[in-house]
């Protein structure tokens, strides 16, 4: 079992920044692949930004490119999500996950993915 916390996320104004960080405790080694997704009201979910625990190789929503880092702490097993020039899409529900994928498979697919955080909203205002 692996056991996500997230944190960080909040209130800001267009063209602000945020950071969510995410938690992971328990048999995190079961897993070799970690994301960020997002879920708006009304909308599906959605892939972030996903990045291979081992080798750190990432892999970023068109919409984010430029804008948001993924970014991993393996000596506090802590992801990260640094969010620059956030923009009132980027309002959501952020969830962080982690999974065993399979090589080849789509990073972006919730449904690679095992484990979940309860989430943090990020709400950007005009």
């Known amino acids: 079992q692996v056991q996500l916390v997230e944190s960080g996320g909040g209130s800001v104004q267009v063209g602000g920044s945020l950071r969510l960080s995410c938690a992971a405790s328990g048999y995190t080694y079961s897993s070799n692949y970690m994301a960020w997704f997002r879920q708006a009201p009304g909308k599906e979910r959605e892939g972030v930004t996903a990045i291979h625990t081992k080798s750190g190789s990432t892999w970023y929503a068109d919409s984010v490119k430029g804008r948001f880092t993924i970014s991993q702490d393996n000596a506090k097993n802590t992801l990260y999500l640094q969010m620059n020039s956030l923009r009132p899409d980027d309002t959501a529900m952020y969830y962080c996950?982690?999974?065993?994928?399979?090589?080849?498979?789509?990073?972006?697919?919730?449904?690679?993915?095992?484990?979940w955080g309860q989430g943090t909203q990020v709400t950007v205002s005009s």
């Open positions: 996950a982690a999974g065993l994928l399979r090589s080849g498979v789509r990073v972006d697919r919730d449904r690679e993915y095992t484990y």
